[in-house]
């Protein structure tokens, strides 16, 4: 395949949960063209598809079918006939398998899956094809269907409804992997199957021998059968819920999760993803006197929180210091002029500042400060302390400068 052309990756089951979010994935690619294969395709349009790629990553699948004949005719049979496709292009295509740890289960749909897989081991070992068989734990991310089989988005989807969610053993351990990271895997697989002009015929078992090691582990290779996705999380259906349910609250508290990193960030972009559009928007509380308004947006366990205040003309806020709390202004709109004196030292300083050039101005323990509107409009300052304000000890002792 010559490296102007686009990859043309097919997808089946492109209309399912992980099928969704690969589609949208590949087609963000300049150097991939997407091609998908859904439940009302014929098995014609299949092998169509297949003369057409480049690679293949499949995914379509039974796993809550009426009949429990499904789990063979699409796990099993389906995977047969497509491995029988692409060994009659004459060329080899990568293929990824997503499969599923039930396979390891004595059940129809664990029998079908493992069938399954062991079709594609065949197939690879017979024609040398690359292969990659991704045994997936439970799945989680935007657009799974609640209500169905993924009890995180039957939970996102419940409490942010207020419906009630039903759980029958809080203890009951759960193995999650995001679907980002799921997407990540399977691309980075794509990416290191191309080797200057064409694809890498070789077989998954001898993988990681002809490429180095690092690369190997990089798309999840773990032993010489099944790939893993990484970062793979456990946590427990309570813990889960709890979780949850602190997403929905932290509108009303404005106390943010830590949803920057690892499992909580995944599950806090599930949970919002769920939100109906009519609970897009949410309301603040304001504060409003005779010197502006004053409202609080965001507020973090451990890094303080975010505010906002206007102050009319001519008008003075502030006049306090503080012991131990430190706060950053940043004047958007407007002019105002800052004045500071040490406590002690008797020390003074002004700056005027405007929303025509942004500067952020720190309050300095022991040092009283305020804020004046200068100019003609309503000035607009953002604010953020480093600690929740308490009521009940503010740190802020009222104090002309």
Same mark, same amino acid.
């Given at each position: 395949?010559?490296?102007?052309?686009?990859?043309?990756?097919?997808?089946?089951?492109?209309?399912?949960?992980?099928?969704?979010?690969?589609?949208?994935?590949?087609?963000?690619?300049?150097?991939?063209?997407?091609?998908?294969?859904?439940?009302?395709?014929?098995?014609?349009?299949?092998?169509?598809?297949?003369?057409?790629?480049?690679?293949?990553?499949?995914?379509?699948?039974?796993?809550?079918?009426?009949?429990?004949?499904?789990?063979?005719?699409?796990?099993?049979?389906?995977?047969?006939?497509?491995?029988?496709?692409?060994?009659?292009?004459?060329?080899?295509?990568?293929?990824?398998?997503?499969?599923?740890?039930?396979?390891?289960?004595?059940?129809?749909?664990?029998?079908?899956?493992?069938?399954?897989?062991?079709?594609?081991?065949?197939?690879?070992?017979?024609?040398?094809?690359?292969?990659?068989?991704?045994?997936?734990?439970?799945?989680?991310?935007?657009?799974?269907?609640?209500?169905?089989?993924?009890?995180?988005?039957?939970?996102?989807?419940?409490?942010?409804?207020?419906?009630?969610?039903?759980?029958?053993?809080?203890?009951?351990?759960?193995?999650?992997?995001?679907?980002?990271?799921?997407?990540?895997?399977?691309?980075?697989?794509?990416?290191?199957?191309?080797?200057?002009?064409?694809?890498?015929?070789?077989?998954?078992? $001898?993988?990681?021998? #002809?490429?180095?090691? %690092? !690369?190997?582990? =990089?798309?999840?290779?773990?032993? &010489?059968?099944?790939?893993?996705?990484?970062?793979?999380?456990?946590?427990?259906?309570?813990?889960?819920?709890?979780?949850?349910?602190?997403?929905?609250?932290?509108?009303?508290?404005?106390?943010?999760?830590?949803?920057? $990193?690892?499992?909580? #960030?995944?599950?806090? %972009? !599930?949970?919002? =993803?769920?939100?109906?559009?009519? &609970?897009?928007?949410?309301?603040?509380?304001?504060?409003?006197?005779?010197?502006?308004?004053?409202?609080?947006?965001?507020?973090?366990?451990?890094?303080?929180?975010?505010?906002?205040?206007?102050?009319?003309?001519?008008? $003075?806020?502030?006049?306090?210091?503080?012991?131990?709390?430190?706060?950053?202004?940043?004047?958007?709109?407007?002019?105002?002029?800052?004045?500071?004196?040490?406590?002690?030292?008797?020390?003074?300083?002004?700056?005027?500042?405007?929303?025509?050039?942004?500067?952020?101005?720190?309050?300095?323990?022991?040092?009283?400060?305020?804020?004046?509107?200068?100019?003609?409009?309503?000035?607009?300052?953002?604010?953020?302390?480093?600690?929740?304000?308490?009521?009940?000890?503010?740190?802020?002792?009222?104090?002309?400068?």
């Amino acid at each position: 395949m010559s490296t102007e052309q686009p990859m043309r990756v097919l997808v089946t089951g492109g209309e399912g949960f992980i099928g969704k979010n690969l589609l949208v994935r590949l087609s963000e690619r300049t150097n991939t063209e997407a091609l998908s294969f859904t439940r009302g395709d014929s098995q014609e349009m299949l092998t169509a598809l297949i003369a057409q790629s480049d690679a293949i990553v499949h995914l379509a699948g039974a796993n809550r079918p009426v009949d429990v004949a499904d789990f063979a005719r699409v796990n099993t049979e389906l995977t047969r006939i497509l491995c029988e496709a692409i060994a009659a292009t004459g060329r080899p295509i990568p293929l990824i398998l997503a499969s599923s740890t039930q396979a390891e289960m004595d059940n129809p749909y664990g029998q079908s899956k493992r069938a399954a897989e062991q079709l594609v081991e065949s197939f690879a070992g017979e024609t040398g094809n690359l292969v990659a068989i991704y045994r997936l734990p439970s799945v989680f991310g935007k657009w799974c269907k609640p209500n169905y089989n993924s009890v995180v988005a039957t939970f996102c989807y419940n409490i942010a409804r207020n419906l009630p969610i039903e759980i029958n053993d809080a203890t009951t351990t759960l193995q999650l992997v995001y679907v980002d990271d799921v997407l990540d895997h399977f691309i980075r697989f794509l990416d290191e199957s191309i080797e200057h002009n064409g694809f890498l015929a070789v077989t998954q078992e $001898t993988f990681t021998a #002809r490429k180095p090691k %690092a !690369t190997a582990d =990089s798309i999840g290779f773990t032993d &010489q059968r099944f790939a893993k996705v990484k970062p793979q999380n456990t946590i427990t259906l309570g813990k889960l819920a709890k979780q949850i349910s602190a997403f929905q609250r932290s509108r009303t508290t404005l106390i943010s999760e830590r949803v920057g $990193t690892g499992l909580t #960030r995944a599950l806090y %972009a !599930t949970y919002i =993803s769920y939100l109906p559009p009519e &609970q897009f928007a949410y309301d603040l509380p304001q504060y409003r006197d005779e010197r502006g308004i004053f409202v609080e947006m965001l507020k973090t366990p451990d890094c303080g929180q975010f505010s906002f205040f206007t102050v009319y003309p001519a008008v $003075t806020r502030g006049s306090h210091y503080h012991h131990t709390k430190t706060e950053k202004f940043l004047v958007l709109r407007g002019v105002a002029r800052m004045c500071f004196r040490q406590m002690v030292t008797g020390e003074t300083y002004e700056v005027t500042v405007s929303g025509d050039k942004l500067q952020v101005i720190d309050t300095i323990p022991g040092w009283v400060h305020d804020i004046t509107n200068v100019g003609g409009n309503e000035v607009l300052v953002m604010l953020w302390a480093n600690e929740i304000f308490d009521r009940r000890r503010p740190d802020c002792i009222p104090c002309e400068v």
